[in-house]
């Protein structure tokens, strides 16, 4: 029998003591059969967080979001399609996935048909709300609102965790926190990716910021602060990048083996994989 724990109390750094003891700790428990994983389909909103006023929550979420991606150009979709492709080769039909900042499922929804359970956590709470109508055939996916710094998950959890389309940028969150959180629940043995882009994507990435600029989804582009990697929008929207050096560095403390490698020639992933 396998218990995940998720608790709403997500103020703090999880352990796995406290989800004992805790209370309204909410409990799925997945019996360990032959059968395909019969899960009901959950959404849970957890108590609001203090980044709900995020851009992402606020001004860049649910079919605001998809449009961002339905409006890319031929080699940004490339870009997306090698990205997901990638990940999917990194995943199991046994692993348990997590996905941090999952948005609407765009990704999850290949994954779920893939893997054996496959959870996103995200903090927009109406990018969750479109995510579930979009998945809503999938009996072996769970969206939850939570913050990828502060997981409600016991340790040593899952077999993947994933984040990618620059999400280490795009939480706007301290990057070593971020990287402890996602390998404190993974299992030994197991990886967690992250994604960033290339420098050599620099041009089809901004073409594509411009893109969504004209439409309305991010503010005018600051030419003048915009270049190095870093985009910014004027009504304060910006987007940087992780270089392989950086992700080298913010994975040097950590008991794990990273290997940085490039995809497609758009990103770059950095592939942790626990001891
Ligand atoms: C660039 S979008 C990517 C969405 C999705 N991964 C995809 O590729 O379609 C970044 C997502 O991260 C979410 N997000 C921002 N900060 C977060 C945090 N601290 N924890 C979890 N999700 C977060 C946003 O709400 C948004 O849905």
Redesign the pocket.
């Known amino acids: 029998m396998f218990f995940l724990a998720v608790s709403p109390a997500v103020g703090g750094m999880a352990s796995t003591e406290r989800y004992k003891k805790g209370r309204g700790v909410l409990l799925f428990d997945f019996a360990q059969s032959s059968e395909p994983v019969e899960l009901q389909y959950a959404f849970t909103l957890l108590a609001e967080?203090k980044?709900n006023l995020?851009?992402?929550?606020d001004k860049?979420?649910a079919e605001r979001?998809k449009l961002?991606?339905e409006i890319a150009p031929p080699r940004v979709k490339q870009y997306?399609k090698a990205?997901v492709e990638y990940v999917l080769k990194n995943v199991g039909s046994s692993d348990m996935v997590l996905?941090?900042?999952?948005?609407?499922?765009?990704?999850?929804r290949k994954i779920v048909q893939k893997t054996k359970l496959a959870i996103g956590?995200?903090?927009?709470t109406d990018?969750l709300l479109l995510g579930k109508k979009m998945l809503r055939d999938s009996k072996n996916c769970v969206l939850l609102k939570?913050?990828?710094?502060q997981l409600g998950f016991l340790d040593q959890t899952f077999d993947r965790v994933i984040?990618?389309?620059?999400?280490i940028s795009?939480?706007?969150?301290n990057q070593k926190d971020?990287i402890r959180e996602s390998i404190r629940v993974t299992k030994p043995g197991g990886k967690v990716l992250f994604s960033s882009y290339s420098a050599k994507f620099w041009e089809d990435r901004l073409e594509w910021f411009r893109l969504q600029s004209e439409a309305g989804l991010v503010g005018e582009i600051d030419y003048e602060k915009t270049g190095n990697g870093v985009i910014v929008c004027k009504d304060g929207f910006t987007?940087t990048t992780v270089r392989p050096g950086q992700f080298r560095e913010l994975t040097s403390k950590f008991d794990v083996y990273a290997k940085i490698v490039e995809v497609d020639e758009s990103s770059l992933f950095c592939v942790i994989t626990r001891y």
């Open positions: 967080m980044n995020d851009y992402y929550s860049l979420s979001l961002c991606y997306l990205e996905e941090l900042g999952c948005g609407y499922g765009r990704v999850l956590v995200d903090t927009s990018s939570m913050n990828a710094v984040c990618i389309q620059n999400g795009a939480f706007h969150v971020l987007a």
